[in-house]
């Protein structure tokens, strides 16, 4: 269980670099996982826009009331490890509110409703099906998260949890990865590469040390903008990578252990993130992380 809540963290800190927001032309795309058609019928009474489809992982959905909906899926190498996850976030989950089981989403659901007196209200709903698990909350304002809220929420995610196989992107090879990226990172022996999305893949070892790749369309000038932008790490420029590359290290808010380099070529900007979960001989090494780096820059 240890190396699952340590391998989450892990993921979190990816993600908060893959969950920049998406350009304004590609909100119009669909979620692989339920359609305007499928969410109109399952909450008739809410009105849903599509704000972002993260790549397979998921959706967000802004509400005409200024809600808003996060539909998150997790894959998983196989079915013992997506129930060792799935009981982690239930247990995560029932910290905030009581939980029931929710019958007939994939093998088993629950879900359920933040107290009325809750600082941030939420209706949330977790299911586990085969080596997927899904994720769909609700985060209302001005108001409640009640059984209202929650019966069409659960709608929703039966009608996602039986789509969620024929979407997206399962555990292999990746692109922009490879085991020779491991070495000196890595347990090779123990070594899972997960794709979580058209542009980002992760591998990971039993002791939940992760390196991740995130490629995203953005500008020259954004690209710039994050090199001098302040902020909670130290900065070192990489003109070796290009002008518009530099490492991030020695960070005092989240994994002070981490590095992550940042480079930026043909309109793409690659983040490359080595996340150990406790001091490791490479914790904040910027200079060894360059060859990885190199590696993806030339595939930009």
Not at 16 to 21: G, I, L, R, T
Not at 157 to 175: D, H, M, P
Not at 195 to 207: L, Q, V
Not at 233 to 250: D, W, Y
């Amino acid at each position: 269980m240890r190396t699952i809540d340590r391998l989450f963290s892990c993921l979190a800190l990816f993600l908060a670099f893959a969950a920049v927001p998406v350009h304004p032309t590609r909100a119009a795309e669909t979620c692989p996982f339920i359609s305007a058609k499928e969410l109109a019928a399952a909450m008739p009474a809410l009105k849903w826009s599509l704000i972002s489809n993260q790549d397979g992982r998921g959706c967000i959905y802004r509400g005409g009331r200024g809600d808003t909906m996060m539909l998150t899926v997790f894959r998983n190498p196989d079915k013992d490890r997506a129930r060792e996850l799935y009981a982690t976030f239930v247990k995560t989950l029932g910290e905030r509110m009581p939980l029931n089981a929710v019958a007939g989403i994939g093998d088993e659901g629950q879900g359920g409703t933040t107290a009325a007196g809750a600082e941030r209200q939420e209706a949330s709903v977790v299911a586990l099906s085969g080596d997927d698990i899904l994720q769909v909350t609700v985060y209302p304002t001005g108001r409640r998260a009640d059984e209202a809220l929650l019966r069409p929420l659960i709608d929703a995610a039966r009608v996602a949890i039986a789509n969620v196989s024929k979407s997206s992107e399962r555990f292999g090879n990746c692109e922009w990865l490879t085991a020779t990226d491991a070495d000196g990172f890595l347990d090779k022996s123990t070594l899972e590469v997960q794709r979580t999305g058209a542009g980002s893949c992760m591998m990971f070892d039993r002791e939940a040390n992760a390196m991740t790749v995130a490629v995203i369309a953005t500008s020259r000038d954004t690209a710039i903008g994050m090199m001098k932008r302040a902020g909670p790490c130290k900065h070192v420029a990489i003109p070796e990578l290009g002008s518009e590359a530099f490492g991030e290290h020695s960070c005092t808010k989240g994994n002070g252990n981490a590095v992550t380099i940042y480079v930026w070529k043909n309109g793409r900007q690659a983040s490359i993130l080595f996340a150990p979960v406790k001091p490791h001989p490479e914790s904040g090494s910027v200079e060894r992380l360059k060859a990885v780096a190199g590696r993806v820059y030339g595939k930009l």
